[in-house]
Structure formats: structure tokens, C-alpha cells
């Protein structure tokens, strides 16, 4: 069957094939009654419109490549919902890539997708003890709009969109401190990034600013899943003097603790607090719902890409980068909250 061309719809109008390659790209010289006839006309005739020479012409793929650690996360999977709600309207298609927190695979990902000849880059950075600036300074150079979501690197002339971690993590802790607890553990992650690093520092500060003893031998290093949360609760719970609360910085690792204190005849909230950091779905949906940090995701990945549309607008030179941080919300839930059993008891 015969694709239907510019010129058939033209023939069909009654006008110039120009007018009708204008109105079809939205061009503003064409009046609005033009453009909906052209349009409404092609789509009855089942016109499909050449992307690649479309891309060719305007020097756009509308395309954008989005990198995320993993993609099994409902954290990165709804920040890439709220970047495609944000975008698809404007004409755009999301690449998605996800590094597994490899730094080969990161590079690899930034690589493939200059290949494609997206518009921009959105990426959230991978777990890789990086110093070395080069491949993101190889973006800048080519003038392809990069902004950063939740994990970011500071490099002058990037854009960024995360939550202020230590706010987050500085409410969590004083709300495990309001609850009575006094010997209070962390879970960290790789603390060279730094939603994870502040995360640890506003746990610290909130300690010091209470008058509590800042023991570092509570603070344990560790990955963002199940399994590693329970190998170090268990380290946690065979100490000489164990803690009285946990405050994880994920909530991958806080469902790992509360396995161990339960396999370990504990009670949560009586004996041992836990609070996470993310508000995944599954904290609230548990009988034994997790107090958590909530991000915004879909926020953030509306505003990251109305950052990357902003750039674009201004052709790829804003003098200045954005640096946008959202508030962070504490989800008090049963996990932590032992004034509601105290008061239940009275």
C-alpha cells in the first residue's frame, strides 16, 4: 500500500506542499485554523511523518537518554515516570539505561546514547568511586545539556535536581530521639556520594545537638539491599551495649534490619526503632509499616526535566545551572512510633 506524502495531503487541500511540511513542524507562520486542517487531514489519510529526516533537518533527535543505577526501583522508576509525563508532551522519547552501579556500565550507557544523538542526558550517578570528570566534561564540550537527579557529582556547569538528604536524615533521627531512644544506629551506604554522606551527617548532627554520645562503632557501611541489612543488624545486635534504634539509609536495608530483630525475638517498636529513607511502597503495605523519608520522585523527575527543557530553550548556553533542592517528607508509621503504645498502655 502506497504511504501517503506532503504532497498528497497538499493535492487534498488545495495548497502548497510547503504549507503543509510547515504546518505539520508547528511552524508560527501558519495560522492555527491551517495548522488543525493540515494536521486533522494527515491523520485522517494515516500520514506518518519521517522522524529521521525530520531530526536531520532541525539538528534534534527529540530524543533523551535517561541513566539510572536500576531500574527495579520504584524510587527511579516513578522519577522516570514524572520525566516522561513532563516530556511526551513536548514531542520527546525517553532512552532509559541503568549502570547496576558499574561504572564501565555508566560510561558505556553516556557512550551508546551520544551515539543515538539524543538532545540531553538526565542521570542519576552510579556508585563508582569516580574522581576523574572527564566524561561528563566530554558532554559539556559537545554542548549536550546534562542534569543530574538524586545522585549528583558538583561540576561547575551541570544542573541538578535531589532533596536536601540531610534535612531528611536529621528529621529521622530527632524523631527516633523524640520517641526516647538514645543509642541510635546507621546503616550507611558508599558515604563518597553524596546523598549519602549528608544522609550520615545529619544523623550525626541531630546525635550531637540532642547531647547524645556519637559512637561511630553504630555506624556501619553496607549496600542497598535485603540480605546486607540482616548481616549488619546482626553484627548490630551482638554488640556488648546494642542499640536501642535503627536509622537506615535505605529502605531496602531498613526491611533487612527488621528481619534480623524479629528472628532475634526482638520486639519494633518496644525494644528496637527503625526508620528508612525513601518511602518505597512496600513500607506502608507491611502489617508492620516503616517510618521512612519520603523523596518526591515524580516531582523530581518533572522539574529535572523541565531543567533539561529550559536549557534547550535557551540553546544549550543558560550562564547559569540550576541547583534545585526539594524538601523531604518524614512518613511516621509503626516501626518507630512508641508513644502511641506507651499512650495505648495507660
Do not use: W
Amino acid at each position: 500500500m502506497k504511504k501517503t506524502t506532503i504532497y498528497d495531503i497538499a493535492e487534498r487541500l488545495n495548497v502548497t506542499a510547503a504549507t503543509v511540511s510547515r504546518a505539520l513542524n508547528g511552524n508560527p507562520k501558519i495560522s492555527e485554523a491551517t495548522r488543525k486542517l493540515v494536521n486533522d487531514t494527515a491523520k485522517e489519510m494515516n500520514y506518518e511523518q519521517n522522524k529521521l529526516a525530520l531530526a536531520l533537518k532541525s539538528g534534534k533527535s527529540f530524543n533523551v537518554g535517561v541513566i539510572v543505577p536500576r531500574i527495579d526501583s520504584n524510587f527511579f522508576a516513578s522519577v522516570i515516570r514524572g520525566i516522561e509525563e513532563e516530556l511526551y508532551p513536548k514531542g520527546y522519547r525517553v532512552i532509559i539505561c541503568q549502570t547496576h552501579d558499574q561504572e564501565n556500565f555508566e560510561i558505556g550507557n553516556i557512550n551508546s546514547l551520544l551515539n543515538a544523538q539524543v538532545d540531553g542526558i538526565l542521570m542519576s550517578i552510579s556508585n563508582a568511586k569516580l574522581e576523574n570528570n572527564n566524561t561528563f566534561n566530554n558532554l559539556l564540550d559537545k554542548n549536550i545539556p546534562l542534569v543530574f537527579f538524586d545522585r549528583k557529582k558538583d561540576i561547575e556547569g551541570i544542573s541538578s535536581v535531589t532533596i536536601d538528604d540531610y534535612k531528611g536524615a536529621y528529621e529521622a533521627t530527632q524523631h527516633l530521639i523524640d520517641q526516647g531512644c538514645k543509642r541510635i544506629a546507621h546503616l550507611s551506604n558508599d558515604r563518597l556520594l553524596l546523598i549519602f554522606k549528608n544522609r550520615y551527617l545529619g544523623y550525626k548532627q541531630a546525635i550531637i545537638d540532642n547531647g547524645l554520645e556519637f559512637d561511630e562503632s553504630l555506624v556501619i557501611e553496607t549496600i542497598s539491599k535485603v540480605l546486607n541489612g540482616r548481616e549488619t543488624t546482626k553484627l548490630l545486635l551482638e554488640m556488648t551495649n546494642p542499640p536501642d534504634a535503627i536509622f537506615s539509609a535505605s529502605d531496602f536495608t531498613a526491611l533487612g534490619a527488621i528481619e534480623e530483630i524479629k528472628k532475634h525475638g526482638l520486639k519494633i517498636p518496644e525494644d528496637i526503632s527503625v526508620v528508612g529513607f525513601s518511602n518505597e511502597p512496600f513500607t506502608r503495605f507491611m502489617e508492620l509499616s516503616i517510618t521512612s523519608v519520603d523523596q518526591s520522585p515524580i516531582e523530581m523527575g518533572r522539574i529535572a526535566a523541565q531543567v533539561f527543557l529550559e536549557e534547550v530553550g535557551n540553546g544549550k548556553k543558560m550562564k547559569t545551572k540550576k541547583q534545585i533542592v526539594l524538601m523531604p517528607e518524614l512518613i511516621i508509621r509503626k516501626s518507630s512510633l512508641k508513644s502511641v503504645l506507651e499512650t495505648n498502655s495507660n
